[in-house]
């Protein structure tokens, strides 16, 4: 689609009032409920479909595929997708400098109308996308529910954002000039999106990208395509130009570094691991012939967080957040708790309700809506049991620990809790990135903070007491980018919580805040000095 057509494309869009997060799902109404079960029925119509790579709004062909399975049950496949490799490479850089030229042009107003067009699609099919999610990468109704709510919301509060940044202006007007602050758009951008959420976060860090007047090469996880083709599905709806976004799945190891070497791209957003993360980082860092500029990094790695636990907390409610903060979605969030760091004053008693709350989770298939679905893939959960295995040589075991077997063949783990644990074991350092707990005890609170910062990550922490001199001191010595007290540490809403993390967890974006679009912008300084006339003077 030609830049002319923009306008015809797009249906003219305004915020509606000030941004509001989308409201959760109540599945205890039946209809909902009746809702996901059609939605679960008529997308396994679709399991299998193939998708074509789509690069300056063309539908191409490699001679690989990628085939994406459900993990809940191997055998079925959800999607097939072509590989893009190193020969694709350059035709996505053209088509997307070519889109660049022209859609950077274009009014903060079409680019923010497209984002509310999409938004209001995928509110109207929240239940098909919900759906997907739950084949794709194995989450629950209430994880997809989640995922799709936190999508509408970037792409409403991004749309408003844009808005606001346009309308941006100096501190103050020099006497005699007029002054104005521009952010324009950096280039092209590689958005390299995780399996976690696969729709929130790859939808999100596509659309700061392009509402801001980027074009972007979109290369999502290989575990989680198939949301990503129905995204760019729901952009091309809502009229987006062609080469503005251009769906690129393929290896991380070709593809992917071949883009993020790339003298053209501009600047990358990735959310994954540390490994992947700091590779991405030092491969940008180095300079290529014919490239002009400093790449910019925009990371979102992994975290190792914590739940401490004071002596003065509410038993009840600090079981609760340790239990959704850790087993949620198997524990396959940057934010989950994987470190319980508990008074030792009510450890024992803390550590055997914690041990029958999780006796009553279920764990199967999340098209049931089980409580804990599968990990995402076989590498995962041989990880885990990895882990499981040195935890055991480290602490007590005293729940899960076992791998389950299904008729499907799913890759089911049990949630897992090993009480006992020094804070420098390996089970409390490293990111496990599954349903494996570590509760460790400490005898002060002061202590509890230290173990909590005694991490090389620094993303989300909780804190559960009564005593506000302890909430004072937390907040003031928790070294996280996201902290929440008397809460559990998952659940970040758009708005309401900034989400990015210190250290080795990222480079603290804050998605879903005020500052995020700044990222993908540069800030352009423009004065006029001002005719004798126009300033007002005689």
Known sequence: MAIAGIAHAIKPRTPRGGFSNQPFTDFNDPENARAMRRALDRVAAHLGSEYSLIIGGKRLKTAERIRSINPARPAQIVGVHQNAGAAQVDAAMTAALHAFDAWSRTTVEDRASLLLGAAETIRKRKFEFMAWLTYEVGKNWAEADADVGETIDFLEFYAREALRLAAAATPIQYPGERNELLYIPLGVGAVISPWNFPFAIMAGMTAAAIVTGNSVILKPSS??????????????????????????????????????????????????????????????????????????????????????????????????????????????????????????????????????????????????????????????????????????????????GNALETKAGGYFIEPTIFSEIPPHAVVAQEEIFGPVLAVIKVASFEEGLRVANDTEYGLTGAVYTSDRAKIAAARSAFHVGNLYFNRKCTGAMVGAHPFGGFNMSGTDSKAGGPDYLYLFTQAKSVAEKLTPVESGTP
């Open 223 to 400: 575990d989680a395509p198939t949301i990503a083709a129905r995204f760019v599905e729901v952009l091309e709806e809502a009229g987006i130009p062609d080469g503005v976004v251009n769906f690129c799945p393929g290896s991380g190891a070709t593809f992917g570094n071949a883009i993020v070497e790339h003298p053209k791209t501009r600047f990358i957003a990735f959310t994954g691991s540390r490994s992947v993360g700091l590779e991405i980082h030092l491969r940008a860092a180095q300079h290529h012939p014919g490239q002009i500029w400093i790449k910019r990094t925009i990371l979102e790695m992994g975290g190792k967080d914590s739940i401490l636990v004071a002596a003065d907390a509410d038993l009840d409610a600090a079981v609760e957040g340790v239990v959704a903060s850790a087993f949620g979605f198997s524990g396959q969030k940057c934010s989950a708790c994987s470190r319980a760091i508990v008074d030792a004053s009510l450890y024992d008693v803390f550590v055997e309700r914690l041990r029958e709350r999780v006796a009553t989770l279920t764990v199967g298939d999340p098209a049931a809506n089980a409580d804990l679905g599968p990990v995402i893939n076989q590498a995962a959960l041989t990880s885990m049991l990895g882990y499981i295995e040195t935890g055991k040589k480290e602490g007590n075991l005293i729940a899960g």
